[in-house]
């Protein structure tokens, strides 16, 4: 898995992250809400055990999020491409 922080304003953080089919990120404890763009088509899972919340996204698709989960999992077959745009 790999992250890149884009670009950082006084409103928002932008990062690439790019995740390898099986690969798990874990958010962090102060993550408030933020929106995910896909990049590319992927599959989503919220927490690493959890793949009855998988999640099929296209790319453009953009989800908005309250506040963050404890972890995500690329539960599809390709590597996942997507965009983060975290509020402060």
Not at 22 to 51: F, H, P, W
Request: net charge negative.
């Amino acid at each position: 898995m790999t992250e890149k922080q884009e670009l950082c304003t006084e409103g928002f953080c932008v990062t690439e992250i790019r995740m390898a089919p099986g690969a798990i990120r874990k958010t962090t404890a102060r993550a408030g809400s933020y929106a995910m763009i896909a990049v590319n088509d992927c599959e989503l899972s919220d927490g690493a055990q959890d793949a009855a919340s998988a999640h099929a996204y296209r790319a453009g698709d953009i989800q908005y999020f309250e506040s963050a989960s404890g972890s995500w999992k690329n539960s599809g077959h390709t590597e996942a491409h997507m965009a983060l745009v975290n509020f402060r």
